[in-house]
């Protein structure tokens, strides 16, 4: 929960991330006062999910790529956010309640899962925090992906918390690079590149944003090391292009 709310100082600098630990601790404990109510796991379940849904906390698809959806400290005070946003908040109140739940990384719409004696279960945050099977599955990838992609059950693999923290990182990272918000994408780029030092594309692109932000010394670096590591990479030729670029900008200012 820190870390995913340490996403937040991209956009707030000063957030005070222990103050924002304390308003989810007061929500943990009234949810607690709820969720003792359930004579077994399954309606345990069903008792956080409705606490959270009478909250009034709810999926906003109207501003969907809105970035505040995103961040936890903001989801937190206005009670709407993006599928992953308030999945992990209902997942750390399920760890903190002894309700055994995981995240699952459905295309294009983050859910939570439960394995419990009876069979698997799973929680739609986002929709009302219903319960959702394989029908709701398949209408949530055609609405989506109109028919491009047809349901696996690799789909509803769990999760780990890192692989969770860079999906809302490469969320970020897709709107601020759609509003060409360059600074910021750096920030989440770096962020990225610390949780996941092997993935050659963030590095890449990386380096890119640093090159247009004419921080020409660290683009260099990144740029040099994506295409070391992907030389086979259809755009090396390319990259090595901007490397060139980059030197002979450096040799000028010396």
Same mark, same amino acid.
């Given at each position: 929960? *820190?870390?995913?709310?340490?996403?937040?100082?991209?956009?707030?600098?000063?957030?005070?991330?222990?103050?924002?630990?304390?308003?989810?601790?007061?929500?943990?404990?009234?949810? *607690?006062? #709820?969720?003792?109510?359930?004579?077994?796991?399954?309606?345990?379940?069903?008792?956080?999910?409705?606490?959270?849904?009478?909250?009034?906390?709810?999926?906003? %698809?109207?501003?969907?790529?809105?970035?505040?959806?995103?961040?936890?400290?903001?989801?937190?005070?206005?009670?709407?956010?993006? !599928?992953?946003?308030?999945?992990?908040?209902?997942?750390?109140?399920?760890?903190?309640?002894?309700?055994?739940?995981?995240?699952?990384?459905? =295309?294009? #719409?983050?859910?939570?899962? #439960?394995?419990?004696?009876?069979?698997?279960?799973?929680?739609? =945050?986002?929709?009302?925090?219903?319960?959702?099977?394989? *029908?709701?599955?398949?209408?949530?990838?055609?609405?989506?992906?109109?028919?491009?992609?047809?349901?696996?059950?690799?789909?509803?693999? !769990?999760? %780990?918390?890192?692989?969770?923290?860079?999906?809302?990182?490469?969320?970020?990272? %897709?709107?601020?690079?759609?509003?060409?918000?360059?600074?910021?994408?750096?920030?989440?780029?770096?962020?990225?590149?610390?949780?996941? =030092?092997?993935?050659?594309?963030?590095?890449?692109?990386?380096?890119?944003?640093?090159?247009?932000?004419?921080?020409?010394?660290?683009?260099?670096?990144?740029?040099?090391?994506?295409?070391?590591?992907? =030389?086979?990479?259809?755009?090396?030729?390319?990259?090595?292009?901007?490397?060139?670029?980059?030197?002979?900008?450096?040799? *000028?200012?010396?």
């Amino acid at each position: 929960m *820190k870390a995913a709310l340490g996403i937040a100082l991209v956009e707030y600098p000063e957030l005070d991330i222990e103050e924002e630990l304390r308003k989810f601790d007061s929500i943990v404990e009234a949810a *607690k006062e #709820h969720v003792e109510k359930a004579s077994d796991q399954n309606e345990g379940i069903t008792l956080l999910s409705d606490f959270f849904r009478g909250l009034g906390f709810r999926g906003n %698809s109207a501003d969907y790529y809105n970035p505040r959806n995103s961040f936890l400290n903001e989801v937190l005070e206005r009670k709407n956010g993006i !599928p992953i946003a308030l999945s992990v908040i209902y997942l750390e109140a399920a760890d903190r309640l002894g309700i055994k739940a995981h995240g699952v990384g459905f =295309p294009g #719409h983050f859910i939570v899962g #439960h394995e419990i004696q009876s069979g698997n279960i799973y929680v739609d =945050p986002f929709n009302s925090w219903r319960r959702i099977g394989l *029908k709701e599955m398949e209408e949530i990838l055609e609405v989506i992906y109109q028919g491009r992609t047809r349901f696996d059950p690799s789909f509803l693999t !769990p999760i %780990s918390k890192r692989v969770i923290l860079g999906r809302m990182l490469n969320n970020l990272k %897709s709107i601020y690079w759609e509003d060409r918000d360059l600074r910021k994408a750096l920030e989440v780029l770096r962020c990225i590149c610390l949780l996941a =030092p092997d993935s050659a594309l963030d590095l890449r692109d990386k380096g890119l944003v640093n090159y247009q932000m004419q921080n020409y010394e660290e683009a260099m670096k990144d740029l040099t090391r994506y295409v070391e590591s992907k =030389p086979e990479a259809q755009d090396a030729d390319a990259m090595l292009e901007i490397i060139r670029q980059i030197r002979l900008i450096l040799a *000028k200012g010396r």
